[in-house]
């Protein structure tokens, strides 16, 4: 807000924080909104069954297995302590259900603990760190999310590209991407309603696929690479065409 004064275009990633520019009065010469960075709809998308298979074949996963997929850090932020409380709920239900949770960090421990606790240990698998990410996300039945603030999460989009429904916590970056009964769910940090909507997708499995063909459809319009592109480089183009004029009236 301090540097907008100074600013000749300031560019936000998702209309909340557009809006909040505008109705703040941030000085800014121009305020714009872009689709976020894009994710590549080429590589990020979703496979033919029996590819799948044979790709959870691959990494261990049987075809019957309920996969939800999680990257992310572990912070108090995104906060993998709540998707483990909410398995707890669906694992009579569910007991097919995995939690994949790729990453490293401070509290993995602290999750891993947990997950003994709430006797869940078998269905979270900790991955770490993990450079497969398209192949995991193409092998997954869901994607889930549970952080507390985002600005535009790139993790919840290439998701979305595979053609996974999502079911993630209220917050303005998941807001930009999911609409409820559209394309997955948002849950305000209720672990017992984020269990119950798991074991509504367990069980029907024509509202996963429906919610996760708009999901990806929704990347295609707005998100993908080459929209995003698109839209700065019109944002570009008009200032590097003002430097332009500026430097041959200068000469």
């Known amino acids: 807000k301090f540097l907008a004064s100074i600013t000749d275009c300031l560019i936000t990633i998702n209309r909340e924080d557009y809006q909040l520019a505008n109705t703040h009065r941030f000085k800014a010469k121009s ?23 044979i790709l959870r074949e691959s990494l261990g996963y049987k075809p019957n297995d309920f996969l939800m997929f999680y990257a992310a850090e572990f912070n108090k932020n995104k906060n993998q302590k709540f998707l483990i409380k909410s398995l707890a709920h669906v694992k009579q239900e569910v007991p097919n259900a995995k939690l994949l949770l790729a990453g490293e960090g401070n509290l993995l421990q602290e999750c891993q603990a947990l997950a003994r606790k709430l006797k869940v240990n078998e269905m979270v698998h900790f991955l770490g760190f993990r450079n497969d990410i398209v192949n995991l996300l193409k092998i997954s ?28 916590n209220n ?6 991407l999911i609409h409820n009964d559209q394309n997955g769910w948002l849950i305000n940090n209720q672990t017992v309603l984020f269990g119950q909507k798991i074991k509504k997708l367990a069980c029907d499995s024509e509202l996963k696929i429906e919610l996760g063909l708009r999901g990806r459809k929704m990347i295609l319009s707005n998100f993908s690479t080459h929209n995003v592109i698109d839209e700065k480089s019109e944002i570009y183009q008009g200032y590097m065409n003002e430097m332009e004029d500026t430097l041959w009236a200068v000469h």
């Open 171 to 176: 917050n303005r970056g998941h807001r930009e």
């Open 31 to 53: 305020i714009k909104h872009v689709h976020g960075v894009g994710v590549n709809t080429e590589i990020f998308g979703p496979v033919e069954e029996a590819q799948k298979h």
């Open 141 to 168: 039945d869901i994607a889930v999310a549970s952080s507390l603030r985002e600005g535009l999460p790139v993790n919840i989009m290439e998701a979305m590209a595979c053609g996974l429904p999502v079911i993630a």
